[in-house]
T-cell receptor, first 114, second 111 residues
Framework: NAGVTQTPKFQVLKTGQSMTLQCAQD?????MSWYRQDPGMGLRLIHY???????DQGEVPNGYNVSRSTTEDFPLRLLSAAPSQTSVYFC?????????????FGPGTRLLVL | DQQVKQNSPSLSVQEGRISILNCDYT??????FLWYKKYPAEGPTFLIS?????DKNEDGRFTVFLNKSAKHLSLHIVPSQPGDSAVYFC??????????FGGGTRLMVKP
């Protein structure tokens, strides 16, 4: 099993550009989530999904869109990148539908918005 | 306002001694608590958890203590090893679908 994979590893964007961060898991997990990590702020939840076709907002959803058309994939879209979105982004998944279950994280995508 | 706080950004400990990492929370609805460990350039990995019906949970060298009245939990690592050097995040949930993380504590274990 590859676990949770994220692409790309690193990306530089200009303000106003759009892009999609990819996340995939091969563990048949129902719950998937996106976090951003900023210095001193820990990890903050952006969006999550409890199953295919179901998504919901987390703590910091503004500026991001998600969709969950399959169990395996959970892409995160930045519609118009802003410097405030410079961060490290982590995707995670867990077997059940609850956030308290052990979550498996991907290696992260480092995003720089100029 | 952060609902989960780790007030010590960093901690330095000698190898073989005890490491104590602290975490405070404000939301009384939180009933499940977790610790994650993160190495540089990697995603966090689950370390240990505790339910609010317990006040202690142990797994090898790692023990988590929960004081519900003080809304405080701590992670004890005994004995500390150089490989334990990492950033540790505490996280809490109210049995719903959202996990709230603290800001993290960087642990450095000196040989």
């Amino acid at each position: 099993n590859a676990g949770v994979t994220q692409t790309p590893k690193f990306q530089v964007l200009k303000t106003g550009q759009s892009m999609t961060l990819q996340c995939a898991q091969d563990m048949n997990h129902e719950y998937m989530s996106w976090y951003r990590q900023d210095p001193g702020m820990g990890l903050r939840l952006i969006h999550y999904s409890v199953g295919a076709g179901i998504t919901d907002q987390g703590e910091v959803p503004n500026g991001y869109n998600v969709s969950r058309s399959t169990t395996e994939d959970f892409p995160l879209r930045l519609l118009s990148a802003a410097p405030s979105q410079t961060s490290v982004y982590f995707c995670a998944s867990s077997y059940g539908g609850r956030a308290g279950e052990t979550q498996y994280f991907g290696p992260g995508t480092r995003l720089l918005v100029l | 306002d952060q609902q989960v706080k780790q007030n010590s950004p960093s901690l330095s400990v000698q190898e073989g001694r005890i490491s104590i990492l602290n975490c405070d929370y404000t939301n009384s609805m939180f009933d499940y608590f977790l610790w994650y460990k993160k190495y540089p350039a990697e995603g966090p990995t689950f370390l240990i958890s505790i339910s609010s019906i317990k006040d202690k949970n142990e797994d090898g060298r790692f023990t988590v203590f929960l004081n519900k009245s003080a809304k405080h939990l701590s992670l004890h690592i005994v004995p500390s090893q150089p490989g334990d050097s990492a950033v540790y995040f505490c996280a809490s949930t109210d049995a719903g679908n959202m996990l709230t993380f603290g800001g993290g504590t960087r642990l450095m274990v000196k040989p």
